[in-house]
Nanobody, 136 residues
């Protein structure tokens, strides 16, 4: 059984940076994708960034492109999310997730391809979340 534990959340002023970590335990080598989602109060859980470990392909939501970087340390079984130039609208609970069934994407013409709008239904292992609060 795979378990995911997030850390690194906190409060930061707009323009600042945070680095989230997600420590994975169990048979993580079988994962298709690992990713970060976020959910603000009263809103749906949305994909932020994902990584396909086998080929290194990454996905970013348009709202975070150029500011966030997702990475995976295979030796430490740890997923990271480096968040720079944080904005007020980045305030949310951030969740780490993993997919072991291959629903997170597919090969098209030999290239790993992400769905246009990845959703939480494509992932089935979740961490407990870590809060990120950005203030002005």
């Amino acid at each position: 059984q795979v378990q995911l534990v997030e850390s690194g959340g906190g409060s930061v002023q707009a323009g600042g940076s945070l680095r989230l970590s997600c420590a994975a335990s169990g048979d993580t080598y079988r994962s298709y994708c690992m990713g970060w989602f976020r959910q603000a109060p009263g809103k749906e859980r949305k994909a932020v960034a994902s990584i396909y470990p086998t080929g290194g392909s990454t996905y970013y939501a348009d709202s975070v492109k150029g500011r966030f970087t997702v990475s995976l340390d295979n030796a430490k079984n740890t997923l990271f999310l480096q968040m720079n130039n944080l904005k007020l609208e980045d305030t949310a609970m951030y969740y780490c997730a993993a997919d072991f069934t291959g629903r997170c994407g597919q090969y098209v013409g030999g290239v790993w391809t992400w769905p246009p709008d990845p959703g939480p239904e494509e992932y089935h292992i979740w961490g407990q979340g870590t809060q990120v609060t950005v203030s002005s």
